[in-house]
């Protein structure tokens, strides 16, 4: 049923480029921009998913830190803005279309997530969410840049509560611990504050990362004390990677939009972040 389906690309040509080369150029560009930190083992990346023109600067900022590592599958964990549904959905059919070619899906490792898991409610595999997402979708162009053919498992999370994020951690880092996997938790932070307010809002989430928590960062998304459309996302990155033994983080890079429109009086907060094992 899933199987041969190509999800194709809806903001192509809107949130970034649509000629391949362009798109690739301008991804290139990018992380020629970024530095490259002394991080060894990594295990998930945390990236933003505006348009490219605002974030892709600093979504660049993590994928660089991956660039030149080895990874059998790369597993996107990305929130839902356009459709309501209780439980996380694992896109299971062939591939991502972007302007770079198609992203394969690592179907094998869907099913064993979904299967495998003994969370068959909140991990299914379906095409809830996917459709016109642009949270998940603007992460693979990147990957194709800086991996070429690697697999994905494409999760788009709906309702963001305890036991989707729990339960989708747990699944990843239990089922796939002691594989070459990288996980990348797509978000962004506050959303049309003046910059002084995203600031102090923005900070907090930025303690809350380094700090390197799950259970205290899973608590302070599942009440709302966060600001960030994709917290359940990152706290499900940050419970998995824990259990595949990340234990430390580190903030490569923070902006807001403004600071590429000038506009500084509403604005959108994006964060790179990387969690890994020390030593």
């Given at each position: ?122 991990i299914q595999i379906s095409n809830a969410g996917h459709n016109r997402e642009h949270s998940l ?143």
């Amino acid at each position: 049923m899933f199987e041969n389906q190509i999800r194709e690309s809806v903001v192509a040509g809107s949130f970034y480029s649509a000629n391949p080369e362009a798109l690739a150029e301008n991804i290139t560009q990018y992380l020629k921009n970024c530095p490259k930190k002394d991080i060894a083992n990594i295990k998930a990346i945390v990236c933003p998913h505006a348009g490219y023109i605002y974030s892709g600067q600093v979504a660049a900022c993590s994928y660089m830190q991956v660039q030149g590592s080895s990874y059998d599958c790369a597993i996107i964990v990305a929130p839902s803005h356009a459709e309501y549904f209780d439980f996380n959905s694992v896109f299971a059919g062939k591939a991502y279309k972007t302007p770079l070619g198609l992203a394969k899906v690592d179907i094998e490792r869907c099913h064993a997530l979904v299967s495998g898991s003994g969370y068959a409610d909140s991990i299914q595999i379906s095409n809830a969410g996917h459709n016109r997402e642009h949270s998940l979708e603007v992460q693979i162009p990147f990957l194709q840049i800086v991996f070429e053919d690697i697999k994905i498992v494409p999760i788009v999370m709906g309702s963001q509560n305890r036991t989707n994020i729990e339960s989708l951690g747990n699944a990843i880092g239990n089922i796939l611990k002691g594989q070459k996997i990288l996980i990348i938790a797509s978000t962004d932070l506050s959303h049309y504050h003046p910059a002084s307010v995203a600031s102090g809002l923005d900070s907090k989430v930025l303690e809350n990362l380094k700090s390197f928590d799950p259970e205290k960062f899973t608590e302070q998304i599942s009440k709302d004390a966060l600001e960030m459309c994709g917290g359940g996302p990152v706290a499900a990155a940050m419970i998995a990677s824990k259990l595949m033994g990340a234990d430390s983080a580190e903030i490569i890079s923070y902006q807001d939009s403004g600071d590429v429109s000038g506009d500084k009086s509403a604005v959108v907060g994006y964060v790179s972040a990387a969690f890994y094992r020390k030593g």
